[in-house]
């Protein structure tokens, strides 16, 4: 059965300092992946995709990017955090074209 | 520019009564509906889905209706449990495209003992 791994749970980081969250999937080879970001009141805004390795794209423009090095890794970092970046970060992957497997998600929390 | 509305940020409901949470589009061209439920500091899981072709598709406790006239879709869930407590995102596809789905705002259903 197919897993996804998503840490860490919690992030407290202040503004101007880098991030990296990561993502890893088991059970499936060539996973579609995904970042979304829940914000208040907004639902679940899609981040960034990814059909295969080093392929990126980005549905909005952010301070934030995304990196694919494996295969079932995927991450998503940044040079230096805004407040604006706190926010809960979902890793998903697309187990089907409509269905999105979830990851635990990471309450980010920029200060 | 909301495709995906879920106007009503909260529910309250009594346990054993129906819960309804709508949900409306705007994109005549979304084909599927998902529901997703989620708890707090987790990720969303799904919970059931519906093709554009039916207008009910129903698991357990759980039915999905959509009008798609009225581009409104509904989950039912009977008879509610306190479980059932969290908060649940409606979703959308277009047909053909498989990058993404289009969420809404989620309500926070509340189930009362």
């Known amino acids: 059965s197919q897993t996804i791994h998503q840490w860490p749970a919690t992030l407290v980081q202040p503004v101007g300092s880098p991030l990296s969250l990561e993502c890893t999937v088991e059970?499936?080879?060539?996973?579609?992946l995904y970042w979304y970001r829940q914000a208040a009141g907004r639902g679940l805004q899609l981040l960034f995709y990814?059909?295969?390795?080093?392929?990126i794209s980005s549905e909005v423009p952010q301070n934030l990017s995304a990196s694919r090095p494996q295969d079932r890794q995927f991450i998503l970092s940044s040079k230096k955090l805004l407040l604006s970046d706190s926010g809960f970060y979902l890793c998903?992957?697309?187990?089907?074209?409509?269905?999105?497997?979830f990851g635990s998600g990471t309450r980010l929390t920029v200060v | 520019d909301q495709q995906v509305k879920q106007n009503s940020p909260s529910l309250s409901v009594q346990e054993g009564r129906i819960s309804i949470l709508n949900c409306d589009y705007t994109?005549?061209?979304?084909?599927?509906f998902l529901w997703y439920k989620k708890y707090p500091a987790e990720g969303p899981t799904f919970l059931i889905s519906?093709?554009?072709?039916?207008d009910k598709n129903e698991d357990g406790r759980f039915t999905v209706f959509l009008n798609k006239s009225a581009k409104h879709l509904s989950l039912h869930i009977v008879p509610s449990q306190p479980g059932d407590s969290a908060v649940y995102f409606c979703?959308?596809?277009?047909?053909?495209?498989?990058?993404?789905?289009?969420f809404g705002s989620g309500t926070q259903l509340t189930v009362l003992p």
């Open positions: 994109n005549s061209m979304f084909d599927y």
């Open positions: 519906i093709s554009s072709i039916k």
């Open positions: 990814s059909v295969g390795i080093g392929q």
């Open positions: 998903a992957w697309g187990a089907s074209a409509s269905f999105r497997a």
């Open positions: 059970g499936t080879s060539n996973p579609n």
């Open positions: 979703a959308a596809r277009v047909s053909g495209s498989a990058r993404q789905l289009t």
